[in-house]
């Protein structure tokens, strides 16, 4: 996998990164999956962006949908789903966030 980026990502990615990848990273990762034409994903930018512009952990945006494996793995229901990992393990998950709070509540489990 190419090396990770820190801080916000404005579109989902085309090419995901398999479970080993993602299971692979050591330490804190933010998982974020959905898709570019979704509302409710378009919806959740701003709360996220202003957390996670400045957030000192690897954010991935992950495309979802049928027959994505990544997705699926993860039993994702609803987009936007945020997933935080710590070396392969989730430790919580956040969907539909629609204010920078709850973002900032998910990336407070960090210091927990």
């Not at 945006?61 to 392969?88: E, Q, Y």
Request: proline share 5%; glycine share 8%; charged share 25%.
């Amino acid at each position: 996998m190419d090396a990770l980026q820190t801080g916000f990502n404005p579109s989902y990615q085309d090419e995901n990164p398999s479970i080993d990848d993602v299971l692979s990273i050591e330490g804190y990762v933010i998982l974020e999956f959905g898709a570019n034409w979704c509302g409710h994903c378009k919806a959740a930018i701003p709360a996220a962006e202003q957390v996670l512009s400045n957030a000192e952990l690897p954010h991935i945006k992950v495309t979802d949908g049928k027959g994505k494996r990544l997705g699926r793995a993860f039993k994702i229901k609803l987009w936007p789903t945020f997933v935080l990992l710590n070396s392969g393990k989730e430790v919580a998950r956040l969907v539909r966030p629609l204010h920078a709070d709850e973002v900032r509540e998910l990336l407070e489990l960090m210091e927990a």
